[in-house]
């Protein structure tokens, strides 16, 4: 495990009360790094506090819909007294599945504001700090949807494969000046969002992560950006990568619909 003090006394979490956040703020306040938690259900935020408090580190807390144009700011103000030398966004679900020319385009602007526009502010504001200060670390949570399109995943997987570039780019960019950047890519994960999605886990040959390994896995290879597959699914990652598009395309839709347990009619969201 990386000596995680090392970044600093504060690590500001994004997507931090349940599942895959709350896991890292567990690993991090059991290493006894102060926490901020950001998500949008306050009472699941209250819980988490709760817990990490117990762990014997300071606790601040922001209840905010990440898709408003104000987050950035209650952000940066609510930790502009504190010195934070990590920052990780985990909070880059599909908030919106639909066909795209039949969709609304209010619903996948949500989806560019929770995974583009809000982290591309955030990591603007504390990477500028970290890079003055010589030290830090930005952990970006992303998935193996940015390796492959797929039927309503049009604008999420596009959002995925710009969270990828855009971490590959932050890395040359501040890996000189000590700070570490990672793009942590999961799979198919077993946390709340996604059992409360209706996800079939026992698909045969489906591989799935637990939170608290992907959790521990992802601090552990902070130093080893700009990019880490989640233990399991790198075959999968590379597969995903291969040469004839249209035919992955649809064998991806056809493990999708068996994955949602849904026909193919319905949002693969």
Same mark, same amino acid.
């Given at each position: 495990?990386?000596? +995680?003090?090392?970044?600093?006394?504060?690590?500001?979490?994004?997507?931090?009360?349940?599942?895959?956040?709350?896991?890292?703020?567990?690993? !991090?306040?059991?290493?006894?790094?102060?926490?901020?938690?950001? =998500?949008?259900?306050?009472?699941?935020?209250?819980?988490? =506090?709760?817990?990490?408090?117990?762990?014997?580190?300071?606790?601040? #807390? !922001?209840?905010?819909?990440? #898709?408003?144009?104000?987050?950035?700011?209650?952000?940066?103000?609510?930790?502009?007294? !504190?010195?934070?030398?990590?920052?990780?966004?985990?909070?880059?679900?599909? #908030?919106?599945?639909?066909?795209?020319?039949?969709?609304?385009?209010?619903?996948?602007?949500?989806? *560019?504001? !929770?995974? *583009?526009?809000? /982290?591309?502010?955030?990591? $603007? $504001?504390?990477?500028?700090?970290?890079?003055?200060?010589?030290?830090?670390?930005?952990?970006?949570?992303?998935?193996?949807?940015?390796?492959?399109?797929?039927?309503?995943?049009?604008?999420?997987?596009?959002?995925? =494969?710009?969270?990828? %570039?855009?971490?590959? %780019?932050?890395? +040359?960019?501040?890996? /000189?000046?000590?700070?570490?950047? +990672?793009?942590? *890519?999961?799979?198919?994960?077993? /946390?709340?969002?996604?059992?409360?999605?209706?996800?079939?886990?026992?698909? /045969?040959?489906? $591989?799935? %992560?637990?939170?608290?390994?992907?959790?521990?896995?992802?601090? %552990?290879?902070?130093?080893?950006?700009?990019?880490? *597959?989640?233990?399991?699914?790198?075959?999968?990652?590379?597969?995903?990568?291969?040469?004839?598009?249209?035919?992955?395309? +649809?064998?991806?839709?056809?493990?999708?619909?068996?994955?949602?347990?849904?026909?193919?009619?319905?949002?693969?969201?």
């Amino acid at each position: 495990m990386v000596d +995680l003090a090392q970044y600093g006394p504060w690590a500001v979490i994004a997507g931090g009360s349940e599942g895959v956040g709350r896991a890292f703020a567990a690993e !991090l306040a059991d290493a006894g790094v102060n926490l901020v938690l950001i =998500a949008r259900k306050p009472e699941a935020l209250a819980g988490a =506090a709760a817990d990490m408090e117990q762990r014997g580190v300071a606790v601040r #807390t !922001l209840s905010i819909d990440l #898709t408003q144009g104000d987050a950035p700011a209650r952000i940066a103000t609510l930790t502009a007294d !504190l010195d934070v030398g990590l920052l990780i966004y985990n909070a880059g679900a599909n #908030t919106y599945g639909s066909d795209f020319v039949t969709g609304d385009l209010a619903g996948f602007d949500q989806v *560019i504001r !929770l995974n *583009i526009t809000t /982290p591309l502010a955030v990591v $603007h $504001h504390y990477g500028a700090a970290m890079k003055e200060a010589g030290r830090g670390g930005i952990l970006l949570v992303g998935s193996l949807s940015g390796y492959l399109g797929g039927k309503t995943l049009s604008v999420y997987s596009g959002v995925k =494969a710009f969270s990828r %570039s855009f971490a590959e %780019s932050l890395w +040359l960019e501040l890996q /000189p000046y000590g700070v570490d950047v +990672l793009e942590l *890519i999961l799979g198919v994960t077993r /946390p709340p969002a996604m059992q409360r999605a209706g996800l079939d886990f026992a698909v /045969p040959g489906l $591989h799935v %992560s637990v939170p608290e390994e992907v959790a521990r896995e992802g601090l %552990s290879r902070l130093k080893d950006g700009p990019t880490w *597959i989640v233990a399991g699914n790198a075959d999968r990652a590379k597969l995903m990568s291969g040469a004839n598009r249209a035919e992955l395309l +649809l064998a991806q839709q056809r493990a999708m619909e068996q994955l949602l347990a849904r026909t193919p009619r319905q949002d693969l969201a």
